[in-house]
């Protein structure tokens, strides 16, 4: 927008403190060449025709209405902020986790740093077949002196040197051709060091031919779990040769398919998880509109640890704001939010919980993109002039918010980046919002 339009100041509201989102929040802390992405963030949030406020949640500090008093259009980029529920028996058991919750809990953000997870079985179930299921059994097997490295928190650090979780599956309800993991995340599960893959090669036989004519990532991505599931560590292995590599690699993790929770068993006083019951399931149709149906066979996994990776909807915001709950997105066409003029939405909220951060990206400039025409051809009334933050910032003081702005951001950083020096890391986020706004004096 202030690229393509000389005129356009933009404020940015944020719900914490501190910017970036799932950058910041969802990125794996043993990934920090996808946060590069914060440079190109911060120069633009450095434009002397951008603001940042922090600190200041919409729909409750303020409402949506009143923002479109303020400003010519508004822009919900909110993401998807719930975790979608198995529904079986016994998800609400100790030692059952979303996702969303333990990569919250490892990367710092604020409502999941009490999680306290309990790491102290061998065998851990993630159910899902995606790059977020990927990055947490990555950093559940991760030798520490590679975690250590990173941005990861303290807490998680402490409580993963503790772990005495050894082995991982990633179930999934469908088959290989269907798994939602791109060949990146996969190549680089399979080099981590000091663990080994374990994949059946009964679950590939044929799938060689299936993919001939697939699209080249996913002919790429299936060629490299068919290679992986085939290699054996030299054919004629004596036992002390099968020893040797099994000591090398003392933990391992591995894909099961056609697999569905049914119900997560409890241990024998009630409390805690023990192990997942499973309905295996047949395939019908072809490619991702394949439907996993139940056989009627079932089996069961013991496991101390179960973390739900199925998607992520996201949460009405505000009553204001067309919402389909079904879907968990915002009714838009590309971008323009259905019925209300000058209400606009982009990424998660806007076409649900898929692709990495260049496809959001894209998808941002797309709303854009929409913003700009509406603005050519009138469909923005802007001949009356709009006070924007001003008019904001009273509603908010006589709320008793403060905002943060970008400035204070910094200095938040700064103490971060001073920490993380102090332990080898590139930072150490402070994960108390408290304590945050203690340090600029708010």
Known sequence: LLQHHGGARVDIYEKLPVPFGLVRFGVAPDHPEVKNVINAFTQTARSERCAYYGNVTVGKDVTVAELQQAYHAVVLSYGAEDNRVLGIPGENLSGVYSARAFVGWYNGLPENRDLKPDLSCETALILGHGNVALDIARIL??????????????????????????RVWLVGRRGPLQVAFTIKELREMINLPGARPVL?????????????????????????????????????????????????????????????????????????????????????????????????????????????????????????????????????????????????????????????????MNDSFDTAQSVLEDLQV?????????????????ILRGRGVRPVSFSEWEKIDAAEVARGKAAGKPREKIVDPQEMLRLIGH
């Open 141 to 166: 097997l991760s030798p520490l002196g590679l975690l250590r490295k990173t941005d990861i928190t303290d807490g998680s650090l402490a409580a993963l040197a503790c772990s005495k979780v050894k």
């Open 200 to 360: 059946n090669p009964a679950d590939f036989t044929g799938l060689e031919n299936a993919v001939k004519d697939a699209p080249r990532p996913r002919k790429r991505l299936t060629e490299l779990m068919i290679k992986t599931a085939l290699e054996k560590p030299g054919e004629k292995t004596t036992e002390a040769q099968a020893a040797a590599v099994q000591a090398a690699a003392p933990r391992e993790w591995g894909l099961k398919f056609q697999r569905s929770p049914q119900e997560v068993l409890p241990t024998a006083d009630g409390r805690r998880a023990r192990g997942v019951r499973m309905a295996l399931t047949r395939l019908e149709g072809s490619g991702d509109s394949t439907k996993a149906v139940p056989t009627g066979d079932v089996e069961e996994l013991e496991c101390g640890l179960v973390l739900s990776s199925i998607g992520y909807p996201s949460l009405p915001l505000d009553p204001a704001v067309p919402f389909d709950s079904q879907r968990g997105v915002i009714p838009n066409s590309a971008g323009r939010v259905e019925g209300v003029p000058g209400l606009y939405c982009s990424g998660w909220v806007k076409r649900g919980p898929t692709g990495v951060i260049i496809t959001t």
């Open 378 to 394: 009138g469909v923005l009334d802007v001949s009356a002039s709009r006070e924007g933050f001003g008019a904001v910032e009273s």
